[in-house]
């Protein structure tokens, strides 16, 4: 038993269980969904914090934070933005000028904003906060809202499934190629805050779509908490871009746990980034659930001065011929540090599994620290499974080229780590969300 | 002679090394462990007091660090059902026709006598918890060459033991290695002066034969200033029905600018667990090379380490683990580089067959300081049906920029194409699907000296037998 162990954080998350329960029965949630946010308060009550002992979280302290979650509020209302123009500014710099997506947008516990453009409300297309959804969608939630991320993973997990504040969702109804992309937004106004919401995105039979979350907020003086869960389901033959970025203010600590699924010849391209927050830790599962699906998987961190991001990835083929390919790229400077903990488990029987994993870590200073877990465990023998990882620093030679034609010191490494960056940031679906990751990218280089 | 066993074992593994002797010793401890039973082991040995007392201290050690809860399932071992002490015979011999006729009937089945004459410099043998024989050619002793079991290395050399024993791996490493500082006995201590050349392997060939025995043998290898040594060791044991334990303790200093290479054949019967710790330290220039072959036990948890102190040191560990029938192999190795211009090599090479588990876990560390650093890992895995597991557990702990690291691992089963290739030859499935798992092993294989690697090519085939339907 270690320390963490002994302190069990029960009693104070009951008294938040009833505001959040008592505020989502207001707003009209049915009687299902309360009571499954009491079966999780109770499993949380019967949790205490992730063990330092346990294999995710020995390199992860979150201790700063657990000694500091009690004092801060898990249901922070924002008033209901009319128009674009009641939102913070920096998200409208990030949703751009000309942008006709579907927008969602969170700030602390509710969300204050949803826009659906014609062209996908004639398509069926769903696309609001979960607490909408769950009035008139209940059909739709009750086998996905935590069917695929269990109240019992964890300490977090749980208290996220009984406190739940926000979220949305998200469906595209069968054979519709959504005509338009999805966006979602959560902001964190400042400190004291704890966030967690939950999201489901369902894509039925061959429906198409792109749906990209953004995790914003400014600095701000006292910790805030996020802890969302997304949990994402593909239909049969069904395509989805999910992006995931997130660059918070420093003082937000990130805890968040994504779970795909993906059906007979379903298609996943999954790209995740971490720029922002004081630490962030992130877990995002890709379950192959049917024959010819196929996850592609591309991601990266970039820390500096004291972050620490720590990344868990799993590729689960639970069935034959699935294929999985994944490329996370990680870049430190000052005293940064991350951890990529990738797993590429192949179930029994799962025969003709093609997978790939690939780390790559570029250290800017001495100070840096980079940690890579890639692991494999495989149960069948007609397989290809693959992974590589490397870490090293700036190529001298590479930074001897651009300052004998004149480049700076500092701008030959910008280039370099833009170039390092640029196969995962091209995938990124929508462009002006790549020009201002390659701004926060250009400003943290420095 | 041969007992009829219970456990499933590998097919040829019962005709060469399964047999087991009558069991003759002149003292063996009560089953079970305490501090009498610590004393008592210490006491026979008539070792002096500090030794005693360093033995009590690990107990308490021991007794207090908890069960790994990673890597194997070692919850089913009962401590108190060992024996962990059995002294199979009064003296260790000093030739050949001194070791008791049952024991010497043991070795030369397993063919010791005729391996010494052949190529071997020196060759120690033991036998459950002591050492039996022990031999060194006269040209090396005379140049100062010490190769003894660590018994009598503590007895004649003292101060030299002293000075190193406990210092690469102490007690409170972790809790197998708390175990074996509390209850070792036998292994070989060696000491290689500066600058000489040991051209010829010095040999251990280590036997269980006891029911119910727990061995801990504990060996020390010095290599001064510019010395190379090449160390071999095989192990043994009777198939019984009941699981044996066998905890070793290695540690290895190389002093600046030395070589030592350490090989295992390690071969016990599929009711061992294997729980081995190995470390070795490396100074300025030094190479450190650990060559692991794991084919036998019930369950080995083993990641022979290379800490490179200095730098220009370098350290190369070679692993191959088989895994077959209710086996676990969980071999790997450690690298860390504590100093700036160190380089290091992993290769692994895992195979499992008939619902075996085999797999690759290892660090790479470089610490804060150590720039200029290198480290290759390369980790391949064969996967020869469909009840079979293969794990590849890679940790890579970087602490400084100016390093280059790579990690890569395939896992894959033999190609059909092969198959076809070698079988459109005449050559029929079985036998090439053997040649192609000895080709896959072939980068470690060619590492060993040559009667190994028939020997190591020749356990292959046996574990290769009716493999392929």
Redesign the interface.
Known sequence: MTTAELKTPTGFDVEWAARAEALAARSGEPAWALERRRAAAAIAGSLSFPSREHELWRRTDFRTLETEIEKLDPCTESPAARTLDDLPTAIRSWIGDHDASALVVQRDAGVVFERVPASLARQGVIACSMGRALRDHAGKLTGTLGALLEPDYDWYVAIGAALRTGGAFVYVPEGVEAAAPVRLFHWIDGGGRLSVPRSVVVLGRGAKATVVEELLSETADGISFYGGGTEVYLGEESKLIYGTLQDWGRNVYHYSNQRARLDRGAELQWIQTVLGGRMAKCNSYFNLAGPGSQAYVHGFMFGDQRQHFHLHTLQRHLVDHTTSDLLIKGCLKDRARSIYQGLIQVSEGAQRTDAYQANRNLLLSDTARADSIPGLEILANDVRCTHGATIGHVDPEQMYYLMARGLPRMEAQRLIVEGFFAPVLDRIPLENVREQLRQVIQHKIG | MTTASTTGIREGYEEKYGFHDTEQHVFKSRRGLSREIVQEISEMKGEPLWMRDYRLKALEIFEKKPMPT?GGNVQEIDFQNIYYYVKPTSEEAKSWEDVPADMKRTFDRLGIPEAEQKFLAGVGAQYDSEVVYHKIKESLEKQGVIFLSCDHALKEHEELFKQYFGTVIPSTDNKFAALNSAVWSGGSFIYVPKGVHVDVPLQAYFRINTKDMGQFERTLIIVDEGAYVHYVEGCTAPTYSSDSLHSAVVEIIVKAGARCRYTTIQNWSNNVYNLVTKRAVAYRDATMEWVDGNLGSKLTMKYPSVYMMEPGAHGEILSIAFAGKGQHQDAGGKVVHAAPHTTSKIISKSISKDGGRAGYRGLVKVA?GA?DCKSTVNCD?L???????????????????????????????IGDEQLFYLQSRGIDKEEAAAMIVSGFIEPIVKELPMEYAVEMNRLIQLQMEGSVG
């Open positions: 990673w804060k720039t895995a996967l020869l049906d469909e009840q079979s597991r293969s794990d590849t557990y890679p940790y890579m702990e970087i602490e400084e920029d100016r390093v280059s690291i790579g990690h890569e691992a395939t896992v894959s089963k």
